[in-house]
């Protein structure tokens, strides 16, 4: 298995409902990540995970917190997020160590409204 | 951080020639340059990547070069088809000593004309 696999591919959520994203990965790779990616923009980091670790957070706000439950498996959760977070979610995934390479989920398309 | 600029925002060639993007990067412990090609609502596909030991790679149409030295890295298509239009990002991985992540330049909309 060589991809990343993110659920739901869409969704619509308001401004007061709790929900989350998922990722997951069987191809050994410790280190996971989400991307956040505007209409016509680049990803954007928010989250490394190392080694089921919180690794880094690129000053993301608190409405948005991320979880490793296990090596294979990565979610976002959501909450009292605003239209402003409307935007592709990315994860991806690659070895613990530099000049590896990553590997990218199709998305989640998220609209808040 | 890493900070990485890219040229042209929009190139159109036409079916046939080559295209040529550029970036630059500000970290200089950065080591690994990805390409990749984004076609509207898809994912990030990997088409090309180099490593600082290297200063050019080649897989077919596609070739990179980066100089280390000027911190700039570039992206060749050879004989552009229509199925090369999209938008491409370089990216060059953050060099926190793990695999830190990829901060990405603002993309290059690349238009192929019949």
């Known amino acids: 298995d060589t991809e990343v696999t993110q659920t739901p591919k869409h969704l619509v959520m308001g401004m007061t409902n709790k929900k989350s994203l998922k990722c997951e990965q069987h191809m050994g790779h410790r280190a996971m990540y989400w991307y956040k990616q505007k209409a016509k923009k680049p990803p954007e980091l928010m989250f490394v995970y190392s080694y089921e670790k919180l690794s880094i957070n690129e000053s993301v706000p608190s409405r948005f917190s991320p979880e490793c439950p296990n090596s294979s498996l990565l979610n976002l959760h959501l909450h009292a997020l605003q239209p402003e977070d409307s935007a592709l979610y990315l994860c991806a995934s690659s070895q613990d160590r530099p000049n590896y390479g990553y590997t990218f989920g199709s998305g989640t398309r998220l609209t808040v409204v | 951080g890493e900070n990485v600029e890219q040229h042209p925002s929009t190139l159109s060639v036409q079916e046939g020639d080559s295209a040529v993007i550029k970036c630059t990067y500000s970290?200089?412990?950065?080591?690994?340059f990805p390409w990749y090609k984004q076609e509207l609502g898809k994912r990030p596909q990997l088409i090309i990547d180099i490593r600082s030991n290297v200063g050019e790679k080649k897989d077919q149409r596609i070739a990179v070069t980066l100089n280390k030295t000027a911190k700039h890295f570039s992206l060749h298509i050879t004989e552009t088809q229509p199925e090369d239009s999209a938008v491409y990002f370089c990216a060059a991985e953050d060099s926190g000593g793990g695999a830190d992540g990829l901060t990405f330049g603002k993309g290059t909309h690349l238009i192929i004309q019949p």
């Open positions: 970290d200089s412990a950065s080591n690994y």
